[in-house]
């Protein structure tokens, strides 16, 4: 009964737990793979990593931090794993969960915008205010 009313304020305590997990994980990665999930946690944190909820984020940085143990494990540099272009890493591998932030729609409106533009004048659409 009091973990409800407590979940009610605080939110999931299941999903405090897992993110505490995963931070004890990142911390025990070496020095380098450590600092480059912390880049991109933080990157995903300033971009707005998500707006559809904290169980797909959950997942999504449970497989980051698999993916850079593994790394580890291997002995795989950072550069290997996200390339010539870590925000386009980034960029891609959230995709990969469906999520998007509010500036990829941002852009996709943009872009939606000028081809209805084009459009409209190509039919001569929209001559008249």
Not at 3 to 31: F, H, M, N
Not at 34 to 56: K, Q
Request: aromatic share 8%; charged share 30%.
């Amino acid at each position: 009964m009091a973990a409800k009313w407590i979940e009610l304020v605080t939110g999931s305590l299941d999903d405090k737990r897992r993110w505490r997990a995963y931070k004890e994980r990142v911390k025990q990665l070496p020095a380098p793979y450590r600092t480059a999930v912390d880049g991109i946690e933080r990157y995903l944190m300033y971009v707005g990593g998500t707006a559809d909820g904290g169980p797909l984020m959950l997942a999504m940085v449970d497989d980051l931090a698999d993916l850079f143990e593994r790394a580890a494990v291997d002995g795989t540099p950072v550069r290997e794993i996200v390339g010539d272009d870590p925000v386009a890493f980034v960029e891609d591998f959230k995709a990969n969960y469906g999520l998007g932030s509010w500036i990829t729609k941002e852009q996709r409106r943009l872009i939606d915008a000028i081809a209805e533009a084009e459009a409209a004048a190509s039919t001569g659409a929209g001559d008249t205010p």
